[in-house]
């Protein structure tokens, strides 16, 4: 497969401040590739410098093949589809979604029967006359896509393009935009803060944090093998705690966990001394005796499908523990002792 | 709390304020339908007056100053319409740049400034230029006084316009000049109607700026009602005043209906 989009030791300064640390990484062609970080983490400056709208103080961003950081927007094959949809108020739905086909010089026919097929695509065929202050939030964010995807650009970026929509549109556009993906066979890039959002639908990640990528990776590796603590921290709940490497030995090292309490995990290095350890809270089951640490119930919460315990192990740290809610265990109730049982490979020794 | 009409006296000086402004309009208006040829003594309505300044012994004089403040008015707002609709998109979307504060003050500044000043300084510059004044030298200051009247709805009008609008198109494929007159323009539109018409109604009745820099012979309305007062007030003058404050009311109100249909839709 070849690469849709590569980025090259990007660096983006706004005076002072550096908001994008030497980027680099390569984008597939035909990838839902998403860019997954806290706000100002820099992935929507990174975006819009793929567009073309912020200039690129250092580095190269290549398109397929060709170095595109001093083009003007309007000479770069990639759309976008705004935070905010950006539809022009004065203009039909029709005529939204026929503009850059205009622009590109498409005869009239052409250019309609085109934006035809597109508001069919997002089932708004109806709508085509209307202006988009007629339309709901759902509907509008559907013809940002259609008028995007309209004049076939290589790649699609796609800033928050659900943020404004409510849970339930949300969880449905989800699946609508994956589809549309492998329909199209569109490069998508796909900026978010919500790590659910890029879970389900990216085939690969890149995570963010103060104008460094952290990791990339499919959801499945960033979820379980997180690199680091801001990763660990940031996808998912997880349970971080600051342990002693006393020994490595054959990949198998030897922890002291604050408190006393030890456990054996895997270990990539040999380096010894302080580390940062995660442990999923849905990894960790409670056994009667035994298990591989000692804990007390604080609080149960219940959560319907799940119940989230609060403990705290001998010695002092605390630990949440997800166990799926059964008619038939018993629910465990504060001040219980307990053990505690780490899924095999569950427990991960962190770089930093 | 208490609205405004419950603070004492709200009602007299209200009462003051708008007879002090209007009572002198209303007795024009009035005297322009009176039939007699006192301007004090009331002799029956009659549009004689009317009839009079389209066909009496000074409406040539009239009528070529009429010509002559229509075509500069014309001219100078749309002149100075375009300077400050190119301003404000420099002064609202450009950006930041160096002399930025300076530029709007340069822009607005001449707001503040007496008028009279303006004017001296118009004629010495005139003059140091070597000018005559005349047609051109009036077409000239009024397009300059007019560009920060037209300016301030514009880019009132472009402060409220998101700057995503434009960069959508620059994304669909459209140069900076498609961006601007296919998407900022008929977004802006009703600033800059506002603005034209605004400078239109500044230029018409400018008296001060242009009674300097007009030279002998060349007259606009308000300098040539100026002219006829001088030897004493006609009821003819009540009728051409009326007409020019028909004209500025209706364009006002032009100015006033589009600014509004425009903020309706966003």
């Known amino acids: 497969m070849s690469d849709a989009i590569e980025i090259r030791r990007v660096v983006k300064r706004y005076g002072t401040f550096t908001a994008l640390h030497g980027v680099s990484l390569a984008i597939r062609d035909n990838e839902f590739f998403t860019l997954l970080g806290p706000s100002g983490c820099g992935k929507t400056t990174l975006l819009r ?68 097929r597109m508001l069919e695509m997002v089932h708004l065929s109806a709508f085509a006359d209307r ?29 928050e393009p659900l943020s404004a929509l409510d849970l339930k549109l949300r969880q449905a556009m989800r699946v609508e935009l994956k589809q ?15 790590q659910e959002e890029a879970l389900t639908m990216s085939d690969r990640i890149a ?34 705690l600051e342990v002693e490497v006393a020994s490595v030995a054959g990949g198998q090292a030897r922890v002291v966990l604050p408190g006393g309490q030890a456990l054996t995990c895997p270990s990539a290095s040999d380096t010894l001394g302080r580390h940062a350890l995660s442990i999923r809270p849905e990894r960790l089951s409670l056994v009667e005796a035994g298990g591989d640490l000692k804990a007390t119930v604080e609080r149960v919460v219940y959560l319907g499908t799940d119940l989230q315990l609060l403990t705290r192990l001998e010695g002092g740290a605390e630990m949440q523990v997800r166990v799926q809610n059964s008619a038939r265990a018993r629910v465990p109730q504060p001040g219980d002792r307990l053990g505690l049982r780490i899924e095999e490979g569950a427990a991960r020794l962190l770089a930093d | 709390m208490r609205g405004v009409r419950h603070y004492p006296g709200f009602l007299a000086i209200t009462v003051l304020c708008l007879v002090v402004l209007y009572a002198p309009l209303l007795v024009i208006m009035a005297y322009s339908f009176n039939g007699s040829t006192s301007i004090t003594s009331w002799g029956g309505f009659s549009l004689r007056w009317y009839a009079d300044v389209f066909t009496g012994p000074e409406s040539a004089r009239f009528g070529q100053a009429a010509w002559n403040s229509l075509t500069i008015a014309v001219i100078a707002a749309s002149l100075s319409t375009m300077i400050a609709t190119a301003a404000a998109v420099a002064m609202v979307r450009g950006g930041a740049f160096r002399g930025k504060r300076a530029t709007f003050a340069l822009i607005n500044v ?17 003059a140091m230029i070597g000018l005559t004044t005349g047609y051109l030298t009036v077409l000239i200051a009024h397009v300059t006084f007019c560009i920060p009247f037209a300016y301030l709805p514009i880019a009132a009008r472009l402060q409220g316009i998101e700057g995503h609008y434009e960069q959508a198109a620059r994304d669909l ?4 000049w498609q961006a601007f007159r296919l998407i900022l323009l008929p977004l802006l539109a009703p600033g800059v109607v506002s603005g034209l018409l605004l400078a239109f109604i500044i230029s018409l009745d400018d008296f001060i700026i242009t009674n300097f820099v007009k030279g002998a012979g060349m007259e606009t309305l308000p300098t040539a009602i100026f002219g006829s007062v001088k030897q004493g007030i006609k009821p003819n003058i009540m009728a051409i005043s009326t007409l020019m404050l028909a004209v500025s009311v209706l364009f006002v109100t032009l100015s006033y209906l589009i600014n509004r249909k425009g903020r309706r839709s966003p």
């Open chain 1, 49 to 116: 410098m793929i567009a073309g709208f912020e200039d690129v103080t250092q580095g190269e961003i290549l398109l397929f093949g060709q170095n595109i950081a001093g083009l003007e927007p309007d000479r770069r094959p990639v759309n976008t589809v705004f935070q905010n949809y950006a539809l022009f108020p004065h203009m039909s739905v029709l005529d939204n979604v026929a503009f850059g086909l205009k622009m590109k010089g498409v005869a009239a026919d052409a250019r309609r029967a085109r934006a035809g």
């Open chain 1, 131 to 159: 202006l988009p202050s007629q339309l709901s939030g759902g509907q509008q964010q559907r013809v940002a896509l259609a008028r995007a995807l309209a004049p076939e650009p290589r790649v699609l970026l796609l800033d």
């Open chain 1, 180 to 194: 549309l993906q492998e329909d199209t066979g569109i490069t998508f890039i796909f900026v978010t803060h919500d």
């Open chain 2, 173 to 176: 494929y459209a140069s900076r």
């Open chain 1, 207 to 240: 995570v963010m944090s103060a104008g460094h990528v952290q990791q990339i990776g499919t959801a499945r590796e960033i979820y379980e093998a997180p690199v680091n603590r801001f990763v660990a921290d940031f996808i998912g709940e997880t349970n971080l």
């Open chain 2, 110 to 126: 001449p707001l503040m400034v007496p008028e009279i000043v303006t004017a001296v300084a118009t004629l010495i510059f005139f």
